[in-house]
């Protein structure tokens, strides 16, 4: 962590503060990788780039040239995957991957021009902050499910998007990435799946996340939700397969990449079944076998994804607004202390997301630990009664005594 002072911003320049970030594996990603990653920069050492990409806060000062369309005082999230005209820009042009300053893990950011030119950055104008940093990581399954595509018999045309009606499986389906997933598709107007199986092998995650996104709530939606734990399965595709009727399933989405998971993704696609390969692997080479004798004769097919689009981003925050509360993803509370240690080792942290407040010095906290923390320390007495009453997860109530009460925590 280092500390240093903004140049002042350009004409086509916004400062803006920052009030959370959500860490992001990708982040992890970036920093165990170095300059092999596709979006760092080759002189990153020389040139640090501030990371953090799942950020949201409020503009402070706006360059003349965007005085007609932002003010300062406007609440914003920020699409971080910048595309211009034929193409992604030379991969190097992402906050929280390429600027020097602009990134989620600051306390103040200079808003480069190529972000307002293409777009990408968002007013919100919801209750809070944390829930415009989680529209990134929403965008990206909302994208996910809109480049899902199926045929149309005797013709070439596909027909893009899940199949309204039809039967969908998340596999491996319970991480952060999973449950915001399940959340989209349960909270969907324009379509959604009859049957919804959500799987992994992790008990106490699938209990939390029926908790919280409860089969009562799906069926209310039209949805019939399975949470299934395939480890404890003989013979999980057999099952699977069962389930959905052993008609195969029309939407399948791989949230792991782990070659059994592909695989058995692979096994439980119907006729003209699409699997999305959601998850990014470490490794460049990694493979898996896909039944093409289904893909000749079964028209069974495969698209990955990669990040949500500026329209995506516009959806997440569209349905937030309509009642979609993404505080389910929220395990951990942290300052901007915790942010270099919690994101080299994130795959080594259990739970959810992280999500950080940047102007606060506060360790990575489990949510669950609020309540132990309160016996000796009132701050975080009041925290815990405030999550309870919101069935143990973070909210917009939680943050707004944590922001006003920051003053407090060392009490």
């Known amino acids: 962590m280092e500390e240093f002072d903004l140049p002042p911003i350009k004409e086509d320049e916004i400062l803006a503060k920052v009030v959370t970030d959500s860490l992001c594996m990708s982040s992890y990603?970036?920093?165990?990788?170095?300059?092999?990653?596709?979006?760092?920069?080759?002189?990153?050492?020389?040139?640090?780039?501030?990371?953090?990409?799942?950020?949201?806060?409020?503009?402070?000062?706006?360059?003349?040239?965007?005085?007609?369309?932002?003010?300062?005082?406007?609440?914003?999230?920020?699409?971080?995957?910048?595309?211009?005209?034929?193409?992604?820009?030379?991969?190097?042009?992402?906050?929280?991957?390429?600027?020097?300053?602009?990134?989620?893990?600051?306390?103040?950011?200079?808003?480069p021009n190529e972000v307002m030119e293409q777009d990408c950055l968002l007013p919100y104008h919801g209750e809070g902050y944390y829930p415009?940093?989680?529209?990134?990581?929403?965008?990206?399954?909302?994208?996910?499910?809109?480049?899902?595509?199926?045929?149309?018999?005797?013709?070439?045309?596909h027909k893009m998007e899940i199949v309204d009606g039809g039967k969908m499986a998340i596999l491996?389906?319970?991480?952060?990435?999973?449950?915001?997933a399940i959340n989209y598709a349960l909270h969907r107007e324009d379509r959604k799946p009859s049957l919804l199986v959500v799987t992994d092998v992790d008990q106490a995650r699938l209990d939390r996340a029926a908790s919280i996104y409860t089969v009562d709530f799906a069926a209310s939606r039209g949805i019939k939700l399975h949470y299934l734990n395939t480890g404890k399965m003989d013979n999980p595709v057999k099952e699977l397969r069962a389930i959905s009727g052993d008609t195969g399933y029309d939407d399948v989405f791989v949230f792991a990449p782990v070659r059994a998971v592909?695989?058995?993704?692979?096994?439980?696609?119907?006729?003209?079944?699409?699997?999305?390969?959601?998850?990014?692997?470490?490794?460049?080479?990694?493979?898996?076998?896909?039944?093409?004798?289904?893909?000749?004769?079964?028209?069974?097919?495969?698209?990955?994804?990669?990040?949500?689009t500026g329209e995506d981003m516009v959806e997440a925050l569209d349905i937030m607004s309509k009642g979609l509360d993404p505080a389910g993803l929220i395990t951990h509370i942290g300052g901007l202390n915790a942010v270099a240690d919690a994101t080299n080792n994130l795959p080594n942290i259990p739970g959810g997301k992280k999500l950080i407040y940047t102007h606060i010095d506060l360790p990575l906290t489990p949510i669950t630990d609020f309540g132990k923390l309160g016996e000796t320390n009132p701050f975080f007495k009041e925290l815990a009664a405030i999550c309870d009453r919101h069935k143990g997860l973070w909210s917009v109530e939680a943050e707004s005594f944590l922001l006003s009460n920051v003053d407090k925590l060392a009490e």
């Open 29 to 111: 990603k970036a920093s165990s990788q170095g300059t092999d990653h596709k979006r760092i920069p080759d002189d990153v050492a020389e040139n640090p780039i501030i990371i953090g990409h799942e950020f949201a806060g409020e503009l402070l000062e706006v360059g003349a040239k965007w005085a007609d369309k932002f003010k300062p005082g406007d609440k914003f999230s920020i699409q971080p995957a910048i595309y211009y005209e034929g193409g992604p820009v030379g991969i190097l042009s992402a906050p929280g991957y390429s600027y020097r300053y602009i990134g989620g893990d600051a306390t103040y950011v200079v808003i």
């Open 132 to 157: 415009a940093s989680l529209a990134e990581p929403l965008s990206c399954v909302i994208g996910a499910m809109h480049a899902n595509y199926h045929t149309t018999p005797g013709s070439y045309t």
């Open 172 to 180: 491996a389906g319970v991480g952060p990435m999973g449950l915001a």
């Open 262 to 308: 592909v695989e058995q993704g692979d096994a439980i696609l119907g006729f003209d079944g699409c699997l999305n390969f959601f998850a990014g692997p470490d490794d460049p080479n990694f493979s898996a076998t896909f039944n093409f004798y289904n893909v000749h004769y079964a028209y069974t097919h495969i698209v990955g994804t990669s990040g949500g």
